[in-house]
């Protein structure tokens, strides 16, 4: 039996916000999660980001020289990582940045494309964002943006039976470290892998003059009155299969150079 394309409310969301963690955990704990869903082991879930500490994010298919000033990042000590989604690289503090991940169902985007699916996932937030007062659109094909600049970039996997969509977006700018940690406007050293594109950003903070918690706040209600949400947290199993993941893959070195 074919089955159809399903509706957000067709599912009891739950709602996850930890303590802030090690930066590979977050990457750790997306895999795990998306796991869990596709095998029905948790419901479909939104889960807001905590960092311990910056890092400087790949994406699943960057080479690490082209994108990243990797001796200034050993010199302060600066986490490179890499998630299982592709897309651009990213410097990330946490003060300054608003990291969501949803881990659907495929029902939920049946018979979209990955265009369609980047903007049907992200409608709330966009819905969210013109509540406070800022002129956002979703622009093809994985952008959040608005009449002050980009706010940030989703991407996505279709893997274990779900999908997992993520957003990071600028709350603030560390604009004097962006081009000492990555290689902003400046020739790629080799030709491989995806390269990131460069546009100008425009800040929540700048945007709203809110505070950060206050907007993450106000983006969970969002999502609530849209598409229902019920409070829930990570079990013991699956913070143990994340930290395991930690030690196997997302921590190591192999990992982090999958494309040098």
């Known amino acids: 039996m074919t089955q159809k394309r399903t509706d957000w409310r067709d599912y ?54 082209n994108e990243v000033q990797i001796e200034n990042c050993e010199a302060d000590g600066i986490r490179i990582n890499r998630r299982i989604t592709g897309g651009g690289a990213m410097f ?56 002050g ?36 406007g400046q020739e790629k050293l080799s030709d491989k892998g995806v390269t990131s594109a460069d546009k100008r950003v425009g800040p929540l903070r700048l945007q709203t003059q809110m505070d950060r918690l206050d907007i993450i706040e106000h983006l969970i209600e969002t999502f609530r009155q849209r598409h229902g949400l019920q409070d829930g947290q990570l079990t013991e199993d699956e913070v143990a299969e994340a930290e395991e993941l930690v030690r196997t893959r997302f921590g190591t070195e192999e990992w982090r150079y999958l494309l040098p």
């Open 12 to 65: 009891d969301w739950q709602l996850i916000r930890g303590a802030p963690v090690p930066v590979e955990m977050n990457h750790a704990l997306d895999e795990v999660l998306v796991r869990r869903v596709g095998a029905g082991k948790r419901p479909p879930t939104f889960r807001f980001w905590d960092r311990q500490g910056p890092e400087i994010v790949l994406g699943r298919f960057q080479s690490v020289r």
């Open 92 to 147: 990330v503090e946490p003060e300054n940045a608003v990291t969501y991940s949803i881990y659907a169902p495929p029902e939920l985007v049946k018979g979209m494309g990955f265009a369609d699916s980047y903007q049907y996932l992200d409608e709330w937030v966009i819905e969210g964002l013109r509540s406070l007062g800022i002129d956002a659109w979703y622009e093809p094909i994985n952008d959040i943006t608005s009449s």
């Open 149 to 184: 600049g980009k706010i940030g970039g989703a991407a996505q996997a279709r893997r274990h039976g779900a999908v997992l969509h993520h957003a990071t977006m600028a709350y603030d700018m560390a604009s004097t470290a962006i081009p000492r940690y990555l290689r902003v």
